[in-house]
């Protein structure tokens, strides 16, 4: 079993930044990737970022690419989102989501374990 903690979000102006914080306890040995992903209102779960666990390839959806960061610190069990330039469409839940076994990390049913999400919100 794998248990996430998500922290970070809150409400912020259009131009500002957040880090989002994904805490990881468990057995995470397994892990292949963990994935960062974002739920709007009335909306489906959409993936935002992924980074493998040994952090040799990272993904972005192009609408973050170049404002969004992924970046994991195994000392300290957590994986990270640095979020700039945060613009109004990017209000969500934001999940973090682990995934054990090696393949495709935009989907969301390949993830097998999930936190409990964050609300961020930006306002114009």
């Known amino acids: 079993q794998v248990q996430l903690v998500e922290s970070g979000g809150g409400l912020v102006q259009a131009g500002d930044s957040l880090r989002l914080s994904c805490a990881y306890f468990g057995r995470t040995g397994s892990t292949y990737a963990m994935g960062w992903f974002r739920q709007a209102p009335g909306k489906e779960r959409q993936f935002a970022s992924a980074?493998?666990?040994?952090?040799?390839?990272?993904y972005y959806t192009n609408s973050v690419k170049g404002r969004f960061t992924i970046s994991r610190d195994h000392a300290n069990n957590t994986v990270y989102l640095q979020m700039n330039s945060l613009k109004p469409e990017d209000t969500a839940v934001y999940y973090c989501a682990a995934r054990q076994r090696p393949g495709g990390l935009i989907l969301p049913a390949a993830y097998e374990y999930w936190g409990q999400g964050t609300q961020v919100t930006v306002s114009s």
């Open positions: 980074i493998t666990w040994s952090g040799d390839n990272i």
